[in-house]
Nanobody, 117 residues
Framework: QVQLVESGGGLVQAGGSLRLSCAATGSTNNINDMGWFRQAPGMQRELVASTSRGGSAFYADSVKGRFTISRDNDKKSVYLQMNSLKPDDTAVYYC???????????WGQGTQVTVSS
């Protein structure tokens, strides 16, 4: 089993920045993709950004140029630097990982990000 612990959410004004962190503990061998999803009220959960084991990154169009994902494989951690935040970025953000040879998805508990206009 893998446990994911997130931190870094909060309330920020539009144009501000936040940095989310997620640390994996437990059976952290063979971690493959690490990423961030978000879910706004009444909306489906959506992929924000992800990074592969090899380091390649994917970003949703809505956050390209504003958000940067990074990972530290030694620390089993993934980060999301969010700049130029907009009210539309308001959501609960969830850390997500998967592992090689494991069909399960692992999720964090979620951290609230609120951007005021």
């Amino acid at each position: 089993q893998v446990q994911l612990v997130e931190s870094g959410g909060g309330l920020v004004q539009a144009g501000g920045s936040l940095r989310l962190s997620c640390a994996a503990t437990g059976s952290t061998n063979n971690i493959n993709d690490m990423g961030w999803f978000r879910q706004a009220p009444g909306m489906q959960r959506e992929l924000v950004a992800s990074t592969s084991r090899g380091g390649s990154a994917f970003y949703a169009d809505s956050v390209k140029g504003r958000f940067t994902i990074s990972r530290d494989n030694d620390k089993k951690s993934v980060y999301l630097q969010m700049n130029s935040l907009k009210p539309d970025d308001t959501a609960v953000y969830y850390c997500h990982i998967n592992r090689r040879f494991d069909i399960r998805d692992y999720w964090g508990q979620g951290t609230q990000v609120t951007v005021s206009s």
